[in-house]
């Protein structure tokens, strides 16, 4: 819920300023491709945690009933989980540094 309230803060913020000066304007089209980067490795986000929960839980299962091919394979799948939400977070970062740079401020700490 954070993350959805920085995006759309900082969209209201830049809708909202009807005197953009020449460079905040240049920087539009960059502004609303990292908001919209943003938004889409959030969703990606919340998706692979959803995949890593369900693929521990099936790892459980197969160990569980002593099924070891099927354990091994959810074990990879774990660990890609786990490399995607490593690219993911990362992605979310070279967007927040990139809106950074481009002067949108986003709102910080939990609320």
């Known amino acids: 819920m954070y993350n959805k309230l920085a995006i759309a ?11 953009l000066t020449q460079e905040a304007g240049k920087n539009w089209s960059d502004i609303s ?9 959030y969703k990606d986000l919340k998706a692979d945690f959803k ?11 197969a160990v ?6 099927a354990a091994s394979k959810y074990a990879a799948d774990i ?4 490399h995607d939400i ?3 977070r990362k992605d979310i ?6 809106l950074k740079a481009d002067g949108v401020k986003l709102p910080t700490g939990k609320h």
């Open 9 to 19: 803060a900082a969209l209201g913020c830049l809708t909202a300023t009807p005197g």
């Open 64 to 69: 569980a009933n002593g099924n070891l091919t």
């Open 33 to 41: 491709k990292d908001l919209k980067d943003l938004k889409a490795d």
């Open 86 to 88: 490593w690219a993911d």
């Open 93 to 98: 970062h070279a967007d927040r540094k990139d």
């Open 79 to 82: 660990a890609a989980d786990k």
């Open 51 to 61: 995949d890593l929960k369900s693929d521990k839980l099936q790892f459980q299962n």
